[in-house]
């Protein structure tokens, strides 16, 4: 999640690494950077002899530095896989997404970075690259990943998908929602639950109201509809907690992933059918220029993009690549995906209107 007021923090991390470095050409023109060049040797290579290279270098370094805001339970699952599967020692620094972009921009400005890899959301990924700090990834898996999630020196292994979720004891099947515009019905209010800090879901719902024709006022109305009556929470998982308690019946943007694995351990939560367009934001992996150990780092991209796929899908999570023989959550569903370099450039402006917004929300 990107937490409250987390695009001012981004731009405020940016502009004092920049302005640090004497880079003056901006947000999203990364400088070139003469570690990369460690990582060229394995660029061009493919299939069975790109593995047994990299696995051969990855376990001469004998080391990988992974800098992650992966949820500990995922965390927990990945690090002793490609520790078993591979002679190669990972060592985590695992916070919050803003966390992990402080520390790598202050490494950054002293010279040092600890890092190979990061594992981080979009908009941060963008934020380092903007930085510098990234370096180009190539590979045959890269290809197969959804074009959203093939950005500038960074590439998506997972989507966080933005949903309406519903408490199956309270809500029959008649009132399950089958549009965004159902959350504005009164017979939710007192029953609806926000996130406090879901202004991307709220930018790109009203770019797409927008896009169809709506008017401002429409859409602004629209909000007000949904938020009348409504209580926000601080947290997808606190939310998801009170969620299957009966606290309230319908929760307007959840994290499909959290519910999915809530339901499986038995909550009575279900988010589908999908109520389309779906909104999703890629989570990915950012080779570091500078890294002590590029072929691990390249080696845990690789199979991030692989054997990691299963393992984040079998924890519920929506994979950038469906793994073979998986169901596809998201298949002929419409998807649309958060603009983030609209974030970046405007949002403060929606995180603040997604404030005033909550104002007539209760708050938990």
């Not at 004891?169 to 159902?182: F, I, M």
């Not at 009966?246 to 999915?260: M, P, R």
């Not at 500078?290 to 991209?301: G, K, N, R, V």
Request: overall charge negative; glycine content about 8%.
């Amino acid at each position: 999640m990107t937490s409250k007021s987390t695009l001012a923090a981004v731009a405020a991390v940016v502009l004092v690494s920049l302005t640090a470095t004497g880079c003056a050409s901006g947000v999203g023109a990364a400088k070139t950077t003469d570690e990369g060049a460690a990582y060229e040797e394995f660029a061009g290579l493919t299939g069975e002899e790109r593995r047994r290279t990299l696995v051969a270098a990855a376990e001469v370094e004998g080391a990988l530095s992974l800098y992650t805001s992966l949820t500990e339970d995922v965390l927990a699952v990945l690090e002793p896989a490609f520790e078993e599967a591979f002679d190669v020692d990972v060592e985590v620094y695992r916070a919050n997404s803003q966390t992990v972009l402080t520390k790598l921009t202050q490494e950054h400005q002293a010279g040092a970075i600890g890092a190979d890899v990061v594992e981080s959301d979009s908009l941060h990924l963008m934020a380092l690259n903007s930085m510098g700090i990234l370096t180009e990834y190539t590979g045959e898996r890269r290809d197969q990943v959804p074009e959203a999630g093939q950005g500038e020196n960074w590439t998506a292994t997972r989507f966080n998908v933005f949903a309406p979720s519903w408490n199956t004891d309270r809500v029959s099947a008649d009132d399950v929602p089958t549009s965004w515009e159902d959350l504005a019905d009164p017979k939710w209010d007192g029953q609806l639950a926000l996130e406090l800090g879901d202004y991307d879901w709220y930018m790109a719902l009203s770019t797409y109201w927008l896009e169809q024709g709506k008017t401002q006022e429409e859409v602004d109305a629209l909000f007000g509809d949904i938020v009348d009556g409504g209580v926000a929470y601080d947290g997808h998982i606190a939310m998801v907690d009170r969620h299957q308690s009966g606290a309230f019946d319908l929760a307007a943007s959840n994290y499909t992933y959290i519910v999915e694995q809530q339901k499986r351990a038995g909550a009575p939560l279900e988010y589908a059918p999908l109520v389309e367009p779906v909104f999703a934001r890629p989570n990915g992996v950012g080779l570091i220029a500078q890294a002590e150990h590029p072929a691990a780092a390249t080696l845990f991209a690789d199979w991030m993009l692989e054997e990691g796929q299963v393992l984040l899908a079998e924890k519920g999570l929506t994979t950038a690549i469906v793994p073979d023989g998986a169901d596809d959550p998201l298949q002929h569903v419409d998807v649309r995906y958060v603009d983030d370099g609209e974030l970046l450039e405007n949002g403060p402006e929606w995180e603040g209107s997604y404030e005033e917004l909550l104002k007539n929300a209760g708050a938990q």
